[in-house]
Nanobody, 116 residues
Framework: VQLQASGGGFVQPGGSLKLSCAAS????????VGWYRQAPGKQRELVAT???????NYGDSVLGRFTISRDNAKSTVYLQMNSLKLEDTAVYYC???????????WGQGTQVTVSS
């Protein structure tokens, strides 16, 4: 299983970024995928996940600002981040949970920095 994340970068408060994560080595459409993040000195936390049936789940801190989506034809999961805040600064990790054994895998992470 390989997860290749991209799209991180530097953005000012109130701005937007879109992250992408391409998966390989799996039957993508069968699996839950998503994003977690980890800020310096903090534990990794849920950002958003999306199941094979397209139901989604968001962390409280991003609800209403971030949108997760998936394109099974491209084996890719996206995270549209709007109204970014300073506290959104973190390394964002792509995640996949395989069906049916529920093994979990993580990508290498992409840095998102929100700063004025």
């Amino acid at each position: 299983v390989q997860l290749q994340a991209s799209g991180g970068g530097f953005v000012q408060p109130g701005g937007s970024l879109k992250l992408s994560c391409a998966a390989s080595g799996v039957i993508f459409r069968l699996n839950a995928v998503g994003w977690y993040r980890q800020a310096p000195g903090k534990q990794r936390e849920l950002v958003a996940t999306i199941n094979s049936n397209y139901s989604s789940n968001y962390g409280d801190s991003v609800l209403g600002r971030f949108t997760i989506s998936r394109d099974n034809a491209k084996s890719t999961v996206y995270l549209q981040m709007n109204s970014l805040k300073l506290e959104d600064t973190a390394v964002y990790y792509c995640w996949i949970r395989l069906f049916p054994l529920k093994n979990e895998y993580w990508g290498q992470g992409t840095q998102v920095t929100v700063s004025s």
